[in-house]
């Protein structure tokens, strides 16, 4: 059994999938959670081939279940699964030496070659060759030794080491921290990077930059590290912008509030369509209200909200409440809806959770709001999850306070 948060111990055929997605990152680099599903997947050729991202009815060991709940069977485990297989393929790589330690090795082995052949080429000089009849052996091999010693670079190794640090140095100063110091080296013969879209060259989290509502544009600072509403700053030339599309679409009119309505035509014969119980999966907190959700019916013909001719430089939305703004209504239903564990302080240590939510959660962290705490204020005593189905959720919470629209 699987649920939020989850490491999978093992690689697992799904049999069960309740809006199941979990983050790959650490065996495919997909940065975004995959979907998982219970069909059979279909492919040409050896299914043994299929590409791991592509096999959306397995859950593979050491990822991360990232949202909703599921059930597997067990078809690989240790050194078996796909994650142990690449721990394997790993081990046995052999460790490669870069091209100038190479070139060095095999300037040292030519010198060494030349530094013997010099040593015996001055004893056989000495010993036969200056004063035959009064060379001593001994002699003439201490000057070959000397001759031998004197021609090795024992300064070989400290001019590499200094031309590395210098650039390293240079390196530093360009924001590039080199750990090991031969890898300057082959990090400068590179001369094309190929990288794929999952943040390998990028910092492999997402962030919210702008907030829409349907009243205002919000950007969000995303390099800062206060927690102050100042993060978020009003963009203007979107609502001017707007205002301009508006005009476009006034002959269609405009429902209060921004979205836009088109004309009806003729008034068909009445008909209503009722939404029972079982249309949405509602769980509810049968400690905390009635478990009985009553069927609602839906008037296709009724007239709808009262349309609201757009008039020049009139801001949308300008009714709204200014104890209660779109802003604050939008940020907390991102906040109240997500089951998303935040990480430590903002960051993303210990954080659980599909990105995008966890994106709107560390926003809303650093303006000053704990989402924690948040939650805790406001307990949800009914849900409606997400399903793909009908492309939304639903929470409803118990709040205490009045008019602050979470009740």
């Known amino acids: 059994m699987l649920g939020l948060g989850d490491k999978i111990p093992a690689d697992l055929r799904m049999i069960e999938c309740g809006n199941l997605a979990c ?20 492919v040409e050729g050896d299914p043994s081939r299929t590409p791991l991202g592509d096999r959306q009815n397995m859950c593979f060991c050491a990822t991360l279940v990232a949202q909703g709940t599921g059930a597997g069977l067990v078809v690989s485990t240790g050194d078996f699964t796909e994650i142990g297989t690449i721990n394997a393929l790993v081990n046995k790589v052999e460790d490669k030496k870069t091209a100038v330690l190479e070139q060095i090795d095999t300037v040292s082995k030519w010198l060494a070659a030349f530094i013997v052949l010099t040593a015996i080429v001055t004893f056989s000089y000495d010993f036969w060759g200056v004063d035959p009849d009064n060379s001593k052996w001994l002699d003439s091999l201490s000057i070959a030794l000397v001759c031998a010693v004197a021609m090795i670079p024992e300064g070989l190794e400290a001019i590499v080491t200094v031309t590395y640090a210098w650039a390293v140095s240079n390196m530093a100063k360009k924001n590039a921290i080199i750990r090991a110091l031969p890898a300057v080296e082959t990090l400068g013969s590179v001369t094309v990077i190929c990288s794929d879209k999952t943040g390998t060259l990028t910092q492999n989290v997402m962030s919210l930059t702008a907030f829409v509502t349907s009243n205002a544009r919000y950007k969000f600072d995303v390099n800062s590290k206060e927690r102050t509403n100042k993060n978020f700053v009003r963009d203007d030339s979107y609502m001017a912008e707007r205002a301009d599309h508006l005009k476009l679409i006034n002959a269609n009119g405009v429902v209060k509030g ?5 004309r009806r035509g003729p008034r068909s014969k009445k008909k209503k369509k009722t939404l029972e119980n079982d249309d949405f999966p509602f769980t509810m907190n049968s400690d905390v209200i009635d478990t009985t959700v009553p069927s609602l019916e839906i008037d296709d013909d009724e007239p709808s909200a009262p349309v609201k001719k757009i008039q020049d430089n009139t801001p949308v939305g300008s009714g709204e409440s200014p104890e209660l703004p779109f802003f604050r209504q939008a940020l907390s239903g991102g906040v109240l809806c997500s089951k998303c564990t935040l990480g430590k302080d903002g960051t993303r240590d210990g954080e659980i959770g599909n990105p995008t939510e966890l994106s709107i959660l560390r926003a809303v962290y650093f ?31 118990d709040s205490r306070e009045e008019n602050d629209g979470m009740g």
């Open 23 to 42: 983050a790959e990152a650490a065996l495919t680099g997909e940065s975004v959670p995959i979907d998982k599903m219970v069909a059979a997947i279909e």
């Open 367 to 397: 303006t000053g709001v704990n989402p924690t705490t948040m939650k805790d204020d406001v307990p949800v005593i009914a849900e409606v999850p997400f399903s793909s189905d009908y492309k939304f959720m639903a929470t409803i919470h």
């Open 258 to 262: 921004g979205a836009s309505a088109s």
